[in-house]
Protein backbone atom coordinates (compact mmCIF):
# COMPACT_ATOMS: atom_id res chain seq x y z
CA UNK A 1 0.00 0.00 0.00
CA UNK A 2 1.58 3.02 -1.25
CA UNK A 3 2.52 5.77 2.01
CA UNK A 4 0.27 8.93 2.46
CA UNK A 5 2.83 10.98 2.01
CA UNK A 6 3.33 10.24 -1.74
CA UNK A 7 -0.35 10.55 -2.75
CA UNK A 8 -1.50 14.12 -3.99
CA UNK A 9 -3.35 14.81 -0.52
CA UNK A 10 -0.49 13.64 1.38
CA UNK A 11 1.79 16.02 -0.32
CA UNK A 12 -1.03 19.01 -0.52
CA UNK A 13 -0.66 18.49 3.86
CA UNK A 14 2.76 18.28 3.96
CA UNK A 15 5.32 20.05 2.06
CA UNK A 16 3.01 21.93 -0.61
CA UNK A 17 0.56 23.31 2.73
CA UNK A 18 2.53 26.71 3.05
CA UNK A 19 2.20 26.90 -1.31
CA UNK A 20 -1.36 25.87 -1.01
CA UNK A 21 -2.69 28.52 1.48
CA UNK A 22 -1.26 30.98 -0.46
CA UNK A 23 -2.89 30.54 -3.31
CA UNK A 24 -6.22 29.61 -1.26
CA UNK A 25 -5.57 32.97 0.20
CA UNK A 26 -5.32 34.82 -3.09
CA UNK A 27 -8.33 33.19 -4.82
CA UNK A 28 -10.06 34.50 -1.66
CA UNK A 29 -8.85 37.97 -2.32
CA UNK A 30 -9.69 37.87 -5.78
CA UNK A 31 -12.86 37.04 -4.91
CA UNK A 32 -14.04 39.91 -2.48
CA UNK A 33 -12.39 42.15 -5.06
CA UNK A 34 -14.82 40.84 -7.09
CA UNK A 35 -17.77 41.40 -4.55
CA UNK A 36 -16.39 44.96 -4.10
CA UNK A 37 -16.78 45.83 -7.83
CA UNK A 38 -20.14 44.22 -8.32
CA UNK A 39 -20.97 46.39 -5.12
CA UNK A 40 -19.52 49.59 -6.70
CA UNK A 41 -21.33 48.56 -10.04
CA UNK A 42 -24.57 48.28 -8.66
CA UNK A 43 -24.22 51.59 -6.29
CA UNK A 44 -23.43 53.36 -9.67
CA UNK A 45 -26.70 51.54 -11.77
CA UNK A 46 -29.14 53.05 -8.63
CA UNK A 47 -27.72 56.29 -8.67
CA UNK A 48 -27.97 56.70 -12.55
CA UNK A 49 -31.50 55.31 -12.53
CA UNK A 50 -32.33 57.44 -9.46
CA UNK A 51 -31.19 60.72 -11.16
CA UNK A 52 -33.22 59.63 -13.92
CA UNK A 53 -36.14 59.17 -12.17
CA UNK A 54 -35.77 62.80 -10.66
CA UNK A 55 -35.44 64.12 -14.13
CA UNK A 56 -38.57 62.76 -15.34
CA UNK A 57 -40.22 63.80 -12.37
CA UNK A 58 -39.08 67.13 -13.62
CA UNK A 59 -40.03 66.91 -16.91
CA UNK A 60 -43.90 65.71 -16.03
CA UNK A 61 -44.26 69.11 -13.81
CA UNK A 62 -44.38 71.56 -16.65
CA UNK A 63 -46.51 74.15 -16.68
CA UNK A 64 -49.13 74.59 -19.62
CA UNK A 65 -47.59 78.35 -20.75
CA UNK A 66 -43.80 76.57 -20.56
CA UNK A 67 -45.02 73.56 -22.35
CA UNK A 68 -47.03 75.61 -25.46
CA UNK A 69 -43.57 77.77 -25.58
CA UNK A 70 -41.45 74.40 -26.16
CA UNK A 71 -39.98 74.17 -29.54
CA UNK A 72 -37.65 70.91 -30.36
CA UNK A 73 -35.19 71.62 -32.96
CA UNK A 74 -34.65 67.76 -33.53
CA UNK A 75 -37.96 67.28 -35.27
CA UNK A 76 -38.48 66.44 -38.83
CA UNK A 77 -41.33 68.12 -39.10
CA UNK A 78 -43.64 70.89 -37.25
CA UNK A 79 -45.78 69.50 -34.83
CA UNK A 80 -48.97 71.51 -33.61
CA UNK A 81 -48.30 71.79 -29.94
CA UNK A 82 -44.83 73.06 -31.00
CA UNK A 83 -45.74 75.46 -33.65
Known sequence: MADTA??????LNGPWHKR?????LVIVIAHWAEH???AWLVHS???HYGYAMIMLV???R???PDAARMRCSCALRPHPATT
Request: aromatic share 14%; with cysteine; charged share 15%.
Open 20 to 24: ALQAF
Open 6 to 11: DTFFGK
Open 45 to 47: EVL
Open 62 to 64: CSA
Open 36 to 38: LVQ
Open 58 to 60: GIG
